[in-house]
């Protein structure tokens, strides 16, 4: 079945040193959604890529959508203690599901 | 916009009561709801996709007399858990959609519900 792979799995920072998680799916998708949990919280929706070789960037983090629509990444331009979470990637399914990552849980040590 | 609530946030029960969450969109009108539940530090699993007014869809391995959804309204969805054991224990959070005329497929989170099975 359609699967949506995420690497790493856990990654330790300084604060201040960038961070990067990839995404990859076993499909191509019509778009890419990232999310951002919190410890303790639920997830929230970050932003959604739709084109193929799409890039978007919200203030220091920076998606992009690879060519072929089967890859993602996120990269946290010189990390801050807010920025530690869980970060998923999910993409459509059937049904309107959406397929989802494992996630990338970030530490920032200060 | 595109909030959503849920409610309780936070329930312990003992061994073999039942327990009823619900989510609410509190803003727009949600074409479907999807229920998860989240063990500590893994992913989110789908349990089950609801439209209002149809019969859920749940995902393999979900047992859908265990866990009764209703989807009574494009507002409001509920989970209910029945005769809750403690392996039942868990994060379980819905989310909502508005549809395909809106960011596609985007998925609104309540806040989730702990739920502690004694």
């Known amino acids: 079945g359609q699967q949506v792979m995420q690497i790493p799995q856990y990654q330790h920072v300084q604060e201040g040193e960038d961070f990067t998680t990839y995404c990859n799916s076993s499909?191509?998708?019509?778009?890419i959604q990232w999310y951002k949990q919190r410890p303790g919280g639920h997830p929230v929706f970050l932003i959604q890529l739709v084109k193929s070789g799409e890039v978007k960037k919200q203030k220091r983090l920076t998606f992009q959508f690879g060519e072929a629509k089967k890859n993602s990444s996120l990269h946290i331009t010189a990390t801050q203690t807010t920025d530690v979470g869980t970060y998923f990637c999910?993409?459509?399914?059937?049904?309107?599901?959406?397929?989802w990552g494992l996630g990338t849980s970030l530490a920032v040590n200060p | 916009g595109a909030v959503v609530s849920q409610h309780p946030s936070w329930v312990i029960c003992k061994s073999g009561t039942s327990v009823k969450i619900e989510c609410r969109s509190l803003?727009?009108?949600?074409?479907?709801m999807f229920w998860y539940r989240q063990f500590p530090k893994q992913s989110l699993m789908l349990m089950a996709t609801?439209?209002?007014?149809?019969?859920?869809?749940?995902e393999q391995g979900v047992e859908k007399d265990k866990f009764l959804i209703n989807h009574a309204s494009l507002t409001l969805s509920t989970l209910t858990v029945t005769s809750a054991h403690p392996e039942d224990s868990s994060f379980y959070i819905c989310s909502a959609s508005r549809g395909t005329a809106h960011p596609q497929e985007t998925q609104y989170f309540g806040p989730g519900t702990r739920l502690l099975v004694l």
């Open positions: 609801s439209n209002e007014g149809s019969k859920a869809t749940y």
């Open positions: 499909t191509t998708l019509s778009n």
């Open positions: 803003d727009f009108q949600a074409t479907t």
């Open positions: 999910a993409g459509p399914g059937n049904n309107r599901k959406l397929i």
